[in-house]
């Protein structure tokens, strides 16, 4: 069943007001509730899924704490599929004849985020069910595509289209409204702080030297900024945010606040840079105040290090090395935060509390 029709509005005539709207299917907030589930670390050993290297695309994410999303290409369509690492059952979720370019998973896990395409001048956002159905779908003209969908509410989309010439436009997309228009913000990466309310950096000098978080309302249309300088990194969870200054002993010091400025944890880090600017790998939001990051044990510059990466468990402040071995790729941690993907194609899986790492994903020759 699909619900919705498409999209598309360029850019210049959405300049002009062109507010299309897309039929769209969402819960409120207050619906969102996390699964609760035994930890993988309770249960058997888990299965693994060998797979094609020609038709193997990408690893999403958890979508329970058994089952992880992947992309394959088979027979002309790209699929969306989940595999159960304790049972060893696959099953396709959904399937589309466009590349499906990145996929996002809700917090709530009911919804998945499609970035599909069919050139290379526009992109589709397709959102759908974890049964398959398409509730909405949302198409914009452009050559790269940047995407914040809202921790709180998934009807809530940022999407930054980037053209040729590499000047941007940043959309907002309300699915319970049914309207996508352009925000006057400058900033391409801007974050969402809560479920009315736009974070984004603003840098005057060097990037070394860090800047100012700004914030701009969508309920009032009011631009803000927070009491905060020399911010050289920030990212937000629901109406958290967290942000990074570099100390007079050259260490990373991170904060978390809530949105209304009470401090919620601080602790220090090594900070790497690459001479012209800090180096912070993403983070792992678990919750509030449980996050997931890499770090050296030692700082310095990039091309000098002579420590791996770990895998740090942070909460409430308090660190915890799950690994001093932590292979590059794209961190995923589960529902629960008991298990974590990592690796350059997600393969590897970290077991959290047992601090052991297996294979679960294999490509056969």
Known sequence: MRKGWFIFCAAVMLLAGCTEKAK????????VEAPEEIP????EQIKILPADPAKFHFVVDWLTETKIVYVEKENGFYLLNSFDVQTGQKETL????SIIID???HPSKKYILLHTSVDTSSATIKIVTTDGAVYDEIKVASTELGIEWNDMDPSLILLTAFHQDWTFDLFLYNGKKEVLKILPIDDPFPKWLGIDTIAYSDMEGHLLDGGEIHTYSLGTELWGQLNVSDVVYFDTYEDSILFVQIN???DASYTIKKKDGIVQSEWKMPAISNYSEWIFPD???HS????????PETGGQLDELKSPYRLVRVTAGQQDVVTDEFTEGILRCSPSGQNCLTGYSSENLIDVKKK??????????
Request: glycine content about 2%.
């Open 103 to 105: 996929a996002l998973i």
């Open 94 to 97: 959904y399937e589309d004849a």
């Open 288 to 295: 509030s105040d449980t996050l997931f990051l890499t770090s």
């Open 283 to 285: 983070i792992e939001w």
């Open 248 to 250: 007079k002993d050259g």
């Open 40 to 43: 993988l670390s309770e249960k």
């Open 356 to 365: 052991t790492q297996t294979t679960w994903l294999t490509f056969p020759k």
């Open 24 to 31: 769209v299917v969402v819960e409120s907030p207050k619906d």
